[in-house]
């Protein structure tokens, strides 16, 4: 009983976001404490029960995504880690909606990095959501950073939806493991959706801890880039959760 209460809440989760879930979706997003194979999800929901239908508008915008990352994000040495998430790593985007970008950088380099990539793809024309404005189609939006010292989600973020968003982020570029470690910091999640955070943290690759160090000189510079964005934010519209080593733009 408990298992089919589960899965009924998982089904409800999902299509609040007009999502419909394969069975392996299901198994992985599972909204429970508890872990339970693939084979008992079947038992209890049979094929018949799914309607599930290849989204191409997102294979579409994770094209695009790994495209970003090839041709320009790669150069930017101190990023460590790019993921796509939101809609379109929950394999349910609309043509309509942009590309939710999650970047991981080295230490003290944060808002250095931001203020570069910021320039490079205006530079570049590249498309992409400015802060406050109203989403386009395929824009870029890099709404999540984090530093590579502060990897764990902020307490008074720890709920159901960003457990959820967390174990479907899709990893595009990952130096010294670095996602692995962002994982095993978070294991609040596991409280949510035990299925996904547990597959997530056997993944059969070690965790490789290189660390890495950053000039003082970088370090100062860094500062001033991150007090001179909070100044430009501020202007623009209410802060979400910012601090200098991470920078939450979603709600």
């Known amino acids: 009983m408990a298992l089919l209460n589960d899965i ?12 419909v879930l ?6 992985f997003r599972l909204l429970s404490d508890k872990k339970y194979s693939l ?33 320009h994000l790669f150069k930017f040495k101190d990023i460590l880690m790019v993921g ?8 349910n985007a609309k043509a309509s909606e942009d590309i939710d970008i999650f970047v991981i950088c080295k230490k003290d380099t944060l808002w250095l990095t931001r203020l570069k990539l910021r320039l490079y793809i205006k530079l570049n024309n590249i498309p992409h959501r400015r802060y406050g404005k109203k989403e386009k189609a395929n824009d870029f939006c890099f709404n999540l950073w984090m530093d590579e010292d502060n990897l764990l989600v902020p307490k008074l973020k720890q709920n159901q939806k960003n457990a959820v968003d967390l174990i479907m982020v899709k990893v595009l570029l990952n130096k010294n493991n670095i996602h692995k470690k962002f994982v095993l910091e978070n294991n609040w999640v596991k409280k ?7 597959q ?3 993944t059969n690759y070690e965790l490789r ?9 970088k370090i100062a510079i860094n ?19 910012i601090n200098l080593r991470q920078a939450f733009f979603h709600k």
Not at 12 to 18: L, R
Not at 209 to 217: G, L, R
Not at 223 to 241: D, E, H, N, T, W
């Open 8 to 19: 009924e809440k998982t089904i409800a989760y999902a299509k609040k976001y007009g999502a």
């Open 22 to 27: 394969s069975r392996e979706q299901l198994w």
């Open 39 to 71: 084979e008992e999800i079947k038992e209890k929901f049979p094929i018949s029960n799914f309607q599930f239908l290849k989204n191409n508008e997102n294979d579409k915008k994770i094209k695009l995504a790994k495209e970003l990352v090839k041709k």
């Open 84 to 91: 796509v998430t939101g809609s379109v790593a929950a394999e």
């Open 192 to 198: 949510y959706v035990a299925n996904g955070y547990n």
């Open 200 to 202: 997530l943290r056997i």
């Open 209 to 217: 801890i290189k660390k890495t160090k950053t000039s003082i000189i």
């Open 223 to 241: 500062y001033l880039a991150f007090v001179g964005q909070i100044i430009y934010i501020r202007l623009k519209g209410p802060i979400k959760f």
